[in-house]
């Protein structure tokens, strides 16, 4: 009898081994993935296209008060110098204090780091890993790092299957005022490829001003879920109407896209900005409510109030202030797209997300208390 149970037990484990290979073999290997990619071989999508659900928990808690990071301090940028190891340990210990879901930006050395560092030194942080890439019309270079940063999303989703709980392929590429807004045909080339070659969900990220629209739909149709960017400051909204205006942007995406979740893959609030950049689409212009740490603070609030009501998963844009956006070095300090952040570029807090964080500690202990958060 001893003899076979443990008779069974051996062929129940070879059972999953074999199992495991088979799901494993079933993806291409990457070099076969390059070779498709560069050789312009049409790829397929999924048929029929079984929707892969997006779950931002972690220990069934759910995590969907998120955080975009980028990791780049001053001196440093995604074409030159990156953080160091230890830099990368410090971002993860203040950032897990606060959120554990965070938004990455591309699939580079950077981003294997941070996916290694949150491994190693058992960070309790999930990541929505990013896949950059650029128009190609005209531009061998483009493809090239297209098909490079595609082939290294898909390593590294391969890699961290317990950390890269979803893949996004792809930022604001659709959106009529993209500075590199790519053919649509392209986009769903490497959405597809990536999709066919991992298991975790797949997705794309624009602006509200693409999902708005019904030439969206194709796109949509092949993503498991929706990434929206919607930024009330950046389109002349005052504090006091940003959440419902927001709100209401949100609603006609969900409207146009019944069959897909949706969720917020950037807000956020500035601290700067050079009001005297005078133009079309400058800020400017187009900035008409209070810029300052006051009224992030008070943004802040009203964000977790509507995720708290709304259970909807937000990425607030950012985590740190980077001093590389925005012309960099050749910019003054006011200049917007660099101070988005929730902490400055040195890792200080801002008053504002002090304020922020004393309204969440006493929410939250009215609530251990049976009160509300009024």
């Given at each position: 009898?001893?003899?076979?149970?443990?008779?069974?037990?051996l062929?129940?484990?070879?059972i999953?081994?074999?199992?495991?290979?088979?799901?494993?073999?079933?993806?291409?290997?990457?070099?076969?993935?390059?070779?498709?990619?560069?050789?312009?071989?049409?790829?397929?999508?999924?048929?029929?296209?079984?929707?892969?659900?997006?779950?931002?928990?972690?220990?069934?808690?759910?995590i969907g008060?998120?955080?975009?990071?980028?990791?780049?301090?001053?001196?440093?940028?995604p074409?030159?110098?990156?953080?160091?190891?230890?830099?990368?340990?410090?971002?993860l210990?203040?950032?897990?204090?606060y959120?554990?879901?965070?938004?990455v930006?591309?699939?580079d050395?950077?981003?294997?780091?941070?996916?290694?560092?949150?491994?190693?030194?058992?960070?309790?942080?999930?990541?929505?890993?990013?896949?950059?890439?650029?128009?190609?019309?005209?531009?061998?270079?483009?493809?090239e790092?297209?098909?490079?940063?595609?082939?290294?999303?898909?390593?590294?989703?391969?890699?961290?299957?317990?950390i890269?709980?979803a893949?996004?392929?792809?930022?604001?590429?659709?959106?009529?005022w993209?500075?590199?807004?790519?053919?649509?045909?392209?986009?769903?080339k490497?959405?597809?490829?990536?999709?066919?070659?991992i298991?975790?969900?797949?997705?794309t990220?624009?602006?509200?001003?693409?999902?708005?629209?019904?030439?969206?739909?194709?796109?949509?149709?092949?993503?498991d879920?929706?990434?929206?960017?919607?930024?009330?400051?950046?389109?002349?909204?005052?504090?006091?109407?940003?959440?419902?205006?927001?709100?209401?942007?949100?609603?006609?995406?969900?409207?146009?896209?019944?069959?897909?979740?949706?969720?917020?893959?950037?807000?956020?609030?500035a601290?700067?900005?050079?009001?005297?950049?005078?133009?079309?689409?400058?800020?400017?212009?187009?900035?008409?409510?209070?810029?300052?740490?006051?009224?992030q603070?008070e943004?802040?609030?009203?964000?977790?109030?509507?995720?708290?009501?709304?259970?909807?998963?937000?990425?607030?844009?950012?985590?740190?202030?980077?001093?590389?956006?925005?012309?960099?070095?050749?910019?003054?300090?006011?200049?917007?797209?660099?101070?988005?952040?929730a902490?400055?570029?040195?890792?200080?807090?801002?008053?504002?997300?002090?304020?922020?964080?004393?309204?969440?500690?006493?929410?939250?202990?009215?609530?251990?208390?049976?009160?509300?958060?009024?």
């Amino acid at each position: 009898m001893k003899r076979e149970f443990i008779k069974g037990i051996l062929i129940l484990i070879a059972i999953i081994i074999l199992s495991s290979c088979n799901i494993n073999n079933s993806f291409k290997s990457i070099s076969e993935i390059r070779i498709s990619l560069e050789s312009d071989v049409l790829i397929d999508s999924e048929k029929p296209f079984k929707i892969r659900e997006f779950k931002p928990y972690l220990n069934d808690q759910w995590i969907g008060k998120a955080i975009s990071y980028g990791c780049y301090r001053k001196g440093q940028a995604p074409w030159g110098t990156g953080p160091s190891d230890v830099e990368i340990k410090q971002d993860l210990n203040i950032i897990s204090a606060y959120w554990n879901l965070i938004r990455v930006y591309n699939a580079d050395n950077d981003t294997e780091r941070i996916l290694e560092s949150i491994k190693e030194h058992s960070f309790p942080v999930k990541v929505m890993l990013g896949i950059w890439l650029e128009k190609e019309s005209e531009n061998s270079i483009g493809k090239e790092g297209n098909v490079n940063n595609v082939l290294r999303g898909i390593e590294l989703a391969r890699k961290y299957p317990e950390i890269v709980i979803a893949v996004n392929a792809g930022n604001e590429t659709q959106v009529y005022w993209s500075g590199h807004r790519m053919e649509s045909a392209n986009l769903l080339k490497y959405i597809r490829v990536v999709r066919n070659n991992i298991a975790q969900p797949v997705t794309t990220a624009d602006d509200y001003n693409f999902w708005n629209k019904s030439e969206s739909k194709q796109i949509a149709s092949e993503v498991d879920f929706i990434v929206t960017h919607i930024y009330p400051l950046w389109n002349s909204k005052l504090l006091n109407e940003s959440i419902s205006w927001m709100s209401k942007e949100l609603a006609v995406i969900n409207s146009l896209h019944e069959d897909k979740s949706i969720i917020l893959g950037e807000i956020g609030w500035a601290t700067n900005y050079n009001p005297e950049k005078k133009g079309q689409g400058q800020q400017g212009t187009l900035i008409k409510g209070d810029v300052s740490l006051q009224t992030q603070g008070e943004f802040l609030i009203m964000l977790d109030k509507w995720i708290e009501a709304n259970r909807t998963t937000t990425f607030l844009f950012e985590a740190f202030d980077e001093l590389w956006k925005g012309g960099a070095e050749n910019t003054g300090s006011n200049e917007i797209e660099k101070n988005w952040g929730a902490f400055y570029e040195n890792r200080e807090p801002k008053q504002s997300f002090i304020n922020y964080q004393k309204y969440v500690n006493e929410h939250n202990q009215k609530i251990r208390h049976g009160g509300n958060n009024e």
